[in-house]
């Protein structure tokens, strides 16, 4: 992941905190979403999740409560996104090996 994808990711991340404390201003909505268009390649798995998050915003900017659902959706979206993926073990193991 480079430093581009990270200020994106940061910029979605901060977003979601603003949604859920209920300190979310258009601005920062816009700025995100010019972050990801910009930075972000499509296939990016955060690229929908925060482009939903912007659509949803619109529809929801005057409700708290929706908002802060939506900032956690972003959260976990934008967590998801990045983290590891798990390896895939070939067979089962339990504590004995």
Excluded at 39 to 65: G, K, S
Excluded at 78 to 92: D, G, H, N
Aim: a negative charge; glycine letters at 4%.
């Amino acid at each position: 992941m480079g430093d581009t994808h990270v200020a994106a990711l940061t910029s979605a991340l901060a977003v979601a905190m603003n949604a859920r404390t209920n300190q979310l201003a258009q601005h920062h909505v816009d700025d995100m979403r010019t972050k990801a268009e910009e930075l972000l390649p499509r296939e990016h798995q955060a690229y929908p999740v925060i482009m939903a998050f912007a659509t949803q915003y619109e529809l929801h900017r005057r409700n708290p409560e929706q908002l802060a659902e939506l900032g956690r959706t972003l959260e976990m979206g934008i967590r998801m996104a990045v983290a590891p993926a798990s390896p895939e073990l070939p067979f089962r193991r339990d504590i004995d090996g």
